[in-house]
């Protein structure tokens, strides 16, 4: 008899100290040949020593988790094999090949490392199954058989022949060891089978395993069958996230498909939607459970509840009504604008006064460059909201506004939910920037939209056309601006609380530029503070020969552009530099701009004002006559309601007796309006254009440094007009200090600066006769 069938009655022959070695991921079995690497240095010692003795006996066992490198006694079972190493094979780093050849179960008693021999050694004893075979073993074999044949199949890892050998064994612990050391299950279970001495338990523990193996297996198969089946056109991506979905619902555990879910319940109840927002919410999460997870429907679904579910339905920031803070943060940041900070305080006022939240939306008129926009930064600041900003210049699509609904591809919310959900907040100030620059087209009218937006008694509904659920905005603060109100539709401006930002004075911008615009300037540009020193009359040079607007912003860049050549020069030199009106176009180059305009009256020639979006301007009128039919030539882009007060005043003219010895009938009229690409309506001008026509049928000169505004009629009466604080400004800016205007514009002169209206002579008249007396003296 061999030494494996010798086992059972001489297993006191085997010694009972031997050296050991801890085996990974494997658990080697009676019967059962293990090739294997030995490289950790007790392991190779161990071999050493076995190999030194006659028997070559080593107690092979296994580790409990493979990945510790320097196991101890816990780390290893207390159940191993006796075993014979029949081959060896030292390598040239020290680490040993070896074969082992598995004889019998051994148990551990006691497991030290011994110092001397630098390995394990383990005191063991060899149990022995005293089974007698019967009936119920045999049948027991077979059946295991059975199920070791049909594990092999489903596994195609076994070839069927190796399972006819086994039928060949006859002895049960030899069948039960064997088909223990060709499954493959985990290490835990294979040494559970090997810790089974008695052969009928461990047969059956072997039955059930393998039952389970082919249970598991054969629904692995399953899976792959029926996944592979769904997604037979799908790229491989989708497929194998398909066969993970099978699986997790398979072992009935939650996906990241099922987690996205439940944060998306989760938020619902963090976020406080309200009722309406809620069942909708819960709705389209109940849809979403039902859709694969990577499908398209999917997808849009989930966008939709991400904008819904992360609304901040309940976030509000708390105001600060501190007038007297806000009143100082309005003051540091802008210098003048008072009548506009002085508004701004009492709607600030108020609403500490009354608590309420509603309130007049605001809209800042004025030219470019007077501080709109920054004026409603500093207020969102000072009451402590977050700030929006939206820009709707150029905006001609409704959705803009209003979000694309759902069923568009890429469709998104609108830029007013954008916007707050941005910041998240509820009640932000909201800047709508450029209201008049809006248009409109087949797409729809964005001015419409915001009909509702801006009316406190409708916004608390307000619903985007992407959510579809009303979202209530009356808690925002809305601050719209604009140029010029005549490009916003009625129906709006009426929801509008207007105030009008006037141009700056020239004491007002030679103040910005010292406070605010150089020493932002020098610090852009790099500049040290005492490296650049700009002389004030330089500044006032730069505003009367370089730039020209009611704002600052060009007044900015001039600056900004000597802060750049000063940078060039204080590198090369070392040396401060200082900016004097000597030595100004050195920095700044040829002047855009000669006084010439207040010189300009003559024979023909009238100065009168003009008020666009960018500020007030003088305008040149030009008139002169020649024989002809009594044709009116006008040129210079003129409006419809310009040419008009041209013909009204050429009626007052004719009807006053003006001209007698003139032959009107066989006399051209041609009135020229200089920058004649620039358009020019508005009825402004009359009183200008009935001056100019006049001087040239009575071939006198109009008075020089004298300007007019005023709309006239037929009859002669000076009508009131609009702009009077930019056109005045305009006329003091080209040194012309006489000013006619009409009597009824008398409450406007008081927004001029005072120290403005002490240099200027203000001439109030109701008539035409009254402007002709100072322009002509008598006719």
């Not at 009492?346 to 004026?375: D, H, M, N």
């Not at 060009?554 to 530099?577: S, V």
Request: with cysteine.
């Amino acid at each position: 008899m061999n030494i494996i069938d010798d086992i059972k009655n001489e297993t006191s022959s085997y010694p009972a100290n031997l050296p050991a070695i801890a085996i990974r991921d494997v658990v080697m079995f009676p019967g059962m040949s293990l090739p294997i690497s030995v490289d950790r240095q007790k392991s190779v010692m161990a071999i050493e020593l076995a190999l030194g003795t006659s028997g070559k006996y080593i107690i092979a066992v296994s580790q409990k988790a493979a990945e510790i490198d320097e196991p101890t006694a816990d780390d290893i079972y207390k159940f191993g094999v006796l075993a014979e190493i029949t081959q060896s094979l030292k390598m040239p780093d020290g680490s040993m090949k070896v074969f082992l050849q598995g004889i019998a179960r051994a148990k551990i008693n006691d497991l030290q490392f011994n110092p001397v021999a630098k390995c394990w050694y383990a005191n063991v004893e060899y149990p022995v199954d005293n089974t007698q075979p019967d009936a119920e073993l045999k049948a027991l074999m077979r059946q295991t058989l059975d199920q070791f044949e049909e594990y092999a199949m489903v596994t195609r890892r076994i070839a069927i022949e190796g399972v006819s050998f086994l039928r060949q064994i006859e002895e049960p612990s030899k069948l039960a060891d064997t088909i223990a050391s060709n499954i493959i299950v985990k290490t835990q279970d294979r040494q559970d089978i090997l810790e089974t001495v008695a052969v009928k338990p461990r047969l059956e523990k072997l039955l059930k395993l393998l039952a389970s193996e082919v249970e598991i297996i054969t629904l692995e198969e399953k899976i792959h069958s029926k996944v592979r089946s769904q997604i037979e056109k799908s790229q491989k991506e989708y497929y194998l996230n398909e066969q993970m979905k099978a699986i997790q619902k398979e072992l009935r555990q939650k996906d990241d498909f099922q987690k996205d879910i439940d944060d998306l319940k989760a938020k619902i109840k963090k976020n406080n939607l309200p009722k309406y927002a809620a069942d909708v919410a819960e709705k389209e999460i109940e849809r979403l459970s039902k859709m694969a997870p990577f499908s398209p429907e999917s997808t849009v679904s989930r966008t939709f509840l991400d904008w819904l579910v992360n609304m901040p339905w309940a976030i509000s920031t708390e105001d600060i009504l501190d007038i007297n803070k806000a009143k100082e943060l309005l003051d540091k940041d802008h210098y003048g604008l008072e009548k506009v900070k002085e508004r701004i305080l009492e709607y600030l006022a108020v609403r500490q006064l009354t608590k309420s939240l509603k309130g007049p939306v605001l809209c800042f008129v004025g030219p470019p460059g007077t501080g709109k926009t920054s004026i409603a930064k500093s207020i969102a600041q000072a009451i402590g909201r977050k700030f929006v900003r939206m820009s709707l210049g150029g905006v001609r699509d409704e959705s803009e506004i209003r979000g694309h609904r759902r069923t568009y591809i890429g469709s998104m919310p609108g830029r007013i939910i954008q916007g707050i959900s941005k910041v998240k907040s509820n009640n932000p100030v909201f800047l709508l920037d450029e209201i008049d620059k809006m248009g409109s087209d087949w797409r729809g009218d964005p001015a419409a939209a915001l009909l509702e937006l801006l009316d406190p008694e409708q916004n608390k509904d307000f619903v985007d056309h992407y959510l579809d659920v009303p979202f209530d905005v009356s808690k925002v603060m809305f601050i719209t601006t604009a140029n010029s109100l005549s490009s916003i539709p009625v129906t709006l401006r009426d929801r509008l609380e207007i105030i009008e930002f006037s141009g700056y004075t020239h004491y007002e911008k030679r103040e910005i530029a010292q406070r605010y615009l150089l020493p932002r300037q020098m610090k852009e540009h790099g500049l040290p503070e005492g490296s650049l020193k700009v002389e004030v009359p330089a500044l006032d040079l730069i505003m009367r020969e370089y730039v020209r607007e009611g704002g600052v912003r060009n007044f900015e860049r001039e600056i900004g552009t000597i802060c750049r050549k000063a940078a060039k020069q204080y590198l090369e030199n070392k040396k401060p530099i200082k900016v004097t009106p000597k030595n100004l176009h050195k920095f700044l180059g040829i002047p855009r701009y000669a006084n010439t305009f207040a010189e300009e009256n003559g024979v023909g020639i009238a100065t009168g004002l003009a008020w666009t979006s960018v500020g007030g301007e003088t305008l040149a009128i030009e008139a002169t006559s020649f024989h002809g039919k009594g044709q009116l030539i006008l040129t210079g882009k003129l409006g419809d309601v310009m040419k008009e007060s041209v013909r009204a005043a050429l009626s007052f003219i004719r009807s006053k007796g003006y001209g007698k010895k003139f032959n009107f009938d066989k006399t051209d009229f041609h009135l020229h309006f200089p920058e004649g690409a620039v358009p020019k309506d508005g009825p402004s001008a009359g009183t200008a254009i009935c001056t100019a026509l006049l001087s040239v049928i009575t071939n006198k000169p109009v008075k020089k440094g004298v300007a007019m505004t005023g709309e006239i009629t037929i009859t002669g009466r000076v009508l009131p007009v609009g702009g009077i604080k930019e056109k005045f400004l305009a006329a003091y800016r080209e040194n012309i200090k006489t000013i006619l205007y009409p009597k009824e514009n008398e409450k406007d002169v008081s927004e001029i600066p005072e120290q403005i209206r002490k240099e200027l002579k203000l001439i109030p008249v109701t008539r035409m006769e009254e402007v002709i007396k100072v322009v002509f003296g008598k006719l």
